[in-house]
Nanobody, 120 residues
Framework: QVQLAESGGGLVQAGGSLRLSCAAS????????MGWYRRPPGKQRELVAL???????NYADSVKGRFTISRDNAKNTVYLQMNSLKPEDTAVYYC??????????????WGQGTQVTVSS
């Protein structure tokens, strides 16, 4: 059973940095893409950054130049380095992965979410 385990959220002051991690484990799979979404308080979930295998990264305009997504293929882990954080970055951040398995050419998986709170 594939699982995504997130870590790295917390409370930080505006202008600070955090790094989120998400490791995919369980079963036999290959990664089509991994990325991050977030749900700000009272709002719908939105894309933060995506990193397709063999493709270009995709960032939300609101985080370009401040956030960097990267992946360690050996560890099946995706990272989100968040710099120059703003109060409007406060949200629950969700790891997302689209994985290829023996049954599915692409199936979506989600992490449980990790809270990021940026104080002004």
């Amino acid at each position: 059973q594939v699982q995504l385990a997130e870590s790295g959220g917390g409370l930080v002051q505006a202008g600070g940095s955090l790094r989120l991690s998400c490791a995919a484990s369980g079963g036999d799979f290959s990664i089509n893409l991994m990325g991050w979404y977030r749900r700000p308080p009272g709002k719908q979930r939105e894309l933060v950054a995506l990193l397709p295998s063999g493709g270009n990264t995709n960032y939300a305009d609101s985080v370009k130049g401040r956030f960097t997504i990267s992946r360690d293929n050996a560890k099946n882990t995706v990272y989100l380095q968040m710099n120059s954080l703003k109060p409007e970055d406060t949200a629950v951040y969700y790891c997302h992965a689209n994985l290829r398995t023996s049954i599915y050419s692409g199936r979506n998986y989600w992490g449980q979410g990790t809270q990021v709170t940026v104080s002004s």
